[in-house]
């Protein structure tokens, strides 16, 4: 079992709203049984995520106020495909680097996910990040605005993240499914684990 690409005909598409990040458009879609339905799409260039661990079985999140939403979320260190060209796993290089300080030595792919398939287009790919190291702030050049200029950071132990995750204590989707993620793998001892570049 598993999923599988499929596009219903569109008969008609109209854009509704085009924003800095995201679109709406609205898609009247043929139905297996021959009728039209609208369905209203939220199009996202997609996003990177970085779960990192340390040696010590730490996970790394930072917090950040996310407006939509009204709270303050303890998230794996995220960021928008919106460079063309970039690679997936460098744009989570940079993300690891710029909302974090961190490198890492060794990247595979740990999930592949649609944010929220029944309205919106955004995909997300997840990494696992180890062998971290921090850098030296004299050596980050970026500056970060708005929500980003102070992004507070903690290690906490990944039983104690997926704990805290099915406790209702951790709500953003891709802290949780990363979490969650790297709580199977390392019970199965990183054995099965995609390469970085491996396709979506």
Known sequence: MRDAVERWEVTESQRRFRGRVIGLR??????????????????????????????????????????????????APAGLRDVDGEELRDTAERELLEEAGY??????????????????????????????VEVPEEQRDFQGIHEETHLPLAWVKLDEAAAKVLAGEIHNP??????????????????????ADAPE
């Open 103 to 132: 490198r890492a030595k060794e990247w595979h792919t740990l999930v592949d996910a649609f944010t929220s398939p029944g309205m919106c287009d955004e995909r997300i790919r997840i990494f696992l990040a180890r062998g971290v």
């Open 26 to 75: 609205t898609d009247l879609v043929r139905m297996p049984a021959g009728d039209v339905a609208a369905r209203e799409v939220v199009e996202h260039p997609g996003s990177v995520a970085v779960l990192a661990l340390d040696e010590e079985d730490r996970v790394l999140l930072i917090r950040q106020y996310r407006h939509p939403a009204g709270h303050q979320l303890w998230e």
């Open 174 to 195: 891709t802290a949780v499914m990363g979490i969650l993620a790297a709580y199977v793998v390392r019970a199965a001892g990183y054995g099965d684990l995609r390469s």
